[in-house]
């Protein structure tokens, strides 16, 4: 190209780039509010840039290159692309910027390279290597998101990671709330854990909420090999059933919802329940929440055995039948809150054996079965058994 033609056509790429970038705004719903103020004419810094590298080219002796970006504007297209990952946008808007500024950049320097007399087969060269250049930056783009999503989805995850651990060994709010931020997550109202098999956690995690964290850091192993630990949002109230059936035959054990910065509570429930190992099978989900009462009473085996010595203590001088049949009927009393009828129909007996029974009881344990204290010992003590 003529360089007196290609003077012309730098003179004008201030206000092409400001036509661009106008026209991408309107037409590019994505960056409507994105390219306006500093980083509009940060935009159309970089789109005159570009126009003038390949103005340069065209109009040197470069000829058959002219259509290959320089190193500066190749630089700038990759960035624009890794910075559309970081900022969560796809490809499509970019694209469609590329398209606008392409047409844009033709109408406006066709003209003058048409009022400079350049021929038909100079002006099909122009046009040619024009959109050749404008595809080869958007190409270039296109690899610098490819490379910003895989560097900014590793990034992420690293956070996720770093946020799933500090939410299960007890960091403080404020803490978890700067790493939730950091990571772009979105708090739920609760969180839930899961301790499920390692090799089930990743089928499982499509049906659930987007936002369950993933960690096996820490996660303790079930009897039937490693595990991994869910944390799954807003599974509380009429959404825990929902949970419990989506994880029938998996064998996970859910720990309680609490609120999500408290959600250490409910990991630290789920894995006592793991290691007492109170599933009936490896394939049973078990839910915390229907063994209360097992948690509480195997929590610690050498108390309970302790407390059944203690409260037992009066049946010590019994031969080992007699004592079975009265502990059996001690436990059929409290259950039944004395009514000796149920307690004969549960036992095969007749209600006068039941109270023969207990006559026995009441001389070896006097006042005490009258005692509110010794009746909780007892039952915990025998509700055990």
């Known amino acids: 190209m003529p360089e007196g033609l290609a003077a012309a056509m730098r003179s004008v790429l201030p206000s092409v780039a400001e036509r661009t970038v106008a026209a991408i705004v309107v037409e590019v719903p994505a960056y409507t509010e994105v390219f306006t103020g500093g980083t509009g004419r940060k935009l159309e810094t970089a789109v005159r840039l570009a126009l003038g590298g390949f103005l340069e080219l065209t109009s040197g002796a470069g000829g058959v290159v002219a259509s290959t970006p320089m190193v500066p504007s190749l630089d700038g297209a990759y960035e624009l692309g890794v910075g559309e990952a970081r900022s969560g946008r796809s490809m499509d808007a970019l694209q ?122 820490g996660a303790p192993d079930l009897p039937d090999g490693r595990t991994a630990v869910l944390l799954v949002p807003d599974a509380e109230g009429p959404f825990r059933a929902s949970l419990v059936a989506g994880l029938a035959g998996l064998g996970a054990v859910l720990g309680p919802a609490r609120p999500w910065t408290g959600v250490r509570a409910s990991y630290l429930r789920a894995q006592q329940a793991a290691r007492l190992d109170l599933r009936p099978t490896a394939e049973t989900t078990l839910d915390t929440e229907q063994c209360l009462a097992d948690l509480v009473l195997r929590s610690d085996p050498d108390a309970l055995d302790d407390l059944r010595a203690q409260v037992l203590a009066p049946l010590d001088g019994l031969r080992a039948p007699q004592r079975a049949k009265l502990e059996e009927t001690l436990r059929s009393w409290l259950l039944h809150h004395g009514r000796r009828e149920e307690i004969a129909a549960e036992l095969f007996v007749h209600p006068q054996t039941v109270r023969y029974r207990m006559g026995q009881l009441r001389e070896l344990y006097g006042s005490r079965l009258d005692d509110p204290r010794t009746v909780l010992e007892l039952t915990v003590a025998l509700g055990s058994g």
């Open 96 to 217: 469609a910027a590329y398209r606008v500024g392409a047409r844009i950049a033709w109408r406006e320097l066709s003209t003058i390279a048409t009022s400079g007399d350049l021929s038909p087969d100079g002006m099909a060269r122009f046009a040619g290597l024009l959109f050749a250049y404008i595809d080869q930056l958007s190409a270039i783009s296109v690899a610098g998101h490819a490379d910003g999503l895989a560097t900014t989805g590793r990034a992420r995850q690293q956070y996720l990671d770093r946020l799933a651990y500090g939410l299960l060994t007890g960091s403080g709010p404020d803490e978890l709330v700067v790493a939730a931020d950091r990571a772009g997550w979105e708090p739920p109202r609760s969180l839930t854990a899961v301790i499920i098999p390692e090799a089930r956690a990743r089928g499982v995690l499509a049906r659930l909420d987007p936002r369950t964290l993933q960690t096996f850091e």
